[in-house]
């Protein structure tokens, strides 16, 4: 089993950041989580469950909120120490 991860890379997202990161950039915006889910063809359910760090989000949801503000989750190389 591999070990627990217990920090994150410089420039890897946790699902924190990422939340932060969504809520931060909507309220900068002026839209609330419905105006933000209607503008990408969403449920609010998706944001708020994003924007509260919901860890079992499907990528595709969150890479499509994440494209309303020109970003996306991508692969990482991982650090030599976290590679087994």
């Keep these: 089993m591999p070990p627990a991860m217990t ?3 410089p420039g890897v997202p946790d699902r924190e950041s990422v ?4 809520r931060d950039r909507r309220r900068q915006a ?7 889910a209607e503008l990408i ?3 609010v359910r998706v944001i708020s469950e994003l924007e509260n760090g919901k860890p ?3 990528m595709d949801a969150v890479n499509k909120v994440l494209a309303a503000f020109g970003k996306r989750l ?3 190389d991982l650090a ?5």
């Design 74 to 76: 991508g692969v990482v």
């Design 19 to 22: 939340a932060s990161f969504v």
């Design 41 to 43: 063809g969403s449920g």
């Design 56 to 58: 079992t989000l499907r």
């Design 80 to 84: 030599a120490e976290d590679r087994q």
């Design 7 to 9: 920090k994150t890379e």
């Design 30 to 36: 002026n839209l609330t989580q419905r105006q933000l």
